[in-house]
């Protein structure tokens, strides 16, 4: 290469990754959450003159530091991993379903209803399964409306799911106040709290064992509905490209509305576990952001429901953690949230590695 050509050719360049092995796919996150967690570290000592390791510790312990710490970040986990289940097949697919907030509240919504006004009428057992299957059927109606949208009118999903977000939390702030208790409190409160009716039963001799075994067996299900179903095969093809799913007969429009219905009804039901299985009320904040984290852990899973539980566990011991060390140490919640966010950015950034490498001018030369 003359040396006209050299001064024009870019001294970086950005090419993407053919194929990366996993085991180095994990390494590159392996190292970005150890330079995270150095970052963190040089950050909490410069600010508040703190050992790090310590702050680790007491993140640890906020998150698993005893029995009932535990299994509450197993609960969270699991709720997580429900969630990015249930935005799987959807994203996959590349419809950006934006609206689990709002597909929660709802499913919350019909799970409190049957609660409240079938709590003394029917068994315990019949009613748990009425408030799933109300809980599904409201959360499938509501991934339902965006997905013929999108099929008969070409509308933005992102922008539609995200306004239905809205839509539901007015329609829970209704709830709220039709069903307060006591009056005038503007909360719903402890549904059934006398006879526990609607409340899971324990399980394996834990309270939240029934959410562990509903999120193991959600997450079972969608890896055998997208690796080895022919409607798996439908949303892979979809999401590579709109063309080939037509020339390969795949009718698109079928394939929206049903992948939606799914990807709503999952949502729903991840609201009856969150009324029924750890609040038992339902609240404005019962989603609590989750619809939005559980992006992220679909998105670095890959929309793989297995390696979801790892990416699950990881964002609950986060937010688990920093809410220990904010308390412990007497910092705001903005400094927790920011040690947070530094390990969620290396993480994040370390996507692009994986699946992009960086070409330098004289490597290039070397090739050439």
């Known amino acids: 290469m003359n040396k006209t050509n050299a001064s024009k050719t870019p001294l970086i360049r950005i090419a993407k990754r053919d194929d990366l092995p996993h085991w180095k796919g994990w390494l590159i996150r ?7 967690l150095v970052v963190d570290g040089l950050l909490i000592y410069a600010i508040v003159h703190l050992n790090p390791v310590e702050v680790y510790r007491a993140m640890y312990e906020g998150a698993f530091g005893t029995s009932r710490r535990a299994w509450v970040s197993i609960r969270d986990a699991a709720v997580l991993l ?17 609206g689990a907030e709002g597909q929660i509240l709802i499913g919350g919504i019909a799970t409190a209803a049957c609660m409240i006004y079938l709590g003394t009428s029917v068994p315990n057992w019949l009613l748990l399964v009425v408030m799933a299957v109300v809980s599904i059927a409201a959360g499938a109606i509501w991934g339902l409306i965006p997905a013929v949208a999108k099929a008969r009118w ?3 999903e992102s922008l539609f799911t995200l306004m239905l977000n809205y839509v539901a939390i007015q329609l829970t702030s209704y709830a709220v106040a039709c069903w307060e208790n006591p009056f005038g409190s503007n909360t719903v409160g402890i549904i059934n709290q006398n006879n526990m ?10 309270t939240y064992g029934l959410n562990v075994l509903l999120a193991v067996v ?7 509905y997208l690796s080895h179903t022919k409607q798996g095969y439908e949303i892979a093809v979809a999401g590579e490209s709109q063309n080939t ?13 049903r992948t939606m ?12 576990i969150c009324v029924a299985g750890a609040s038992h009320t339902i609240s404005t904040n019962t989603a609590g952001g989750r619809g939005f984290t559980a992006i992220i852990v679909a998105w670095l899973a890959k929309f793989n429901p297995f390696i979801m539980v790892i990416i699950s566990f990881l964002l609950t011991f986060l937010s688990n953690g920093s809410a220990e060390i904010a308390s412990r140490y007497n910092l705001n919640d903005y400094a927790a949230q920011m040690i947070e966010g530094i390990i969620l950015f290396f993480i994040l950034g370390s996507e692009f590695f994986i699946n992009y490498r960086l070409i ?7 090739h050439e």
């Open 154 to 156: 070409d509308t933005n």
């Open 82 to 98: 429900c969630i990015g289940v249930g935005l799987a097949p959807a994203f996959k697919m590349k419809f950006w379903n934006l």
């Open 261 to 272: 219905v799914i990807s709503g009804a999952i949502c729903g039901f991840t609201g009856y």
């Open 197 to 206: 009716a609607g409340w899971f039963p324990r399980l394996f001799g834990q």
């Open 360 to 366: 330098f001018r004289g490597k290039e030369e070397a």
């Open 30 to 36: 392996i190292i970005a959450v150890l330079l995270a």
């Open 218 to 224: 959600l997450m079972v299900g969608m890896y055998a």
């Open 245 to 257: 799913a037509r020339y390969a007969g795949i009718n698109l429009t079928k394939v929206y509305i």
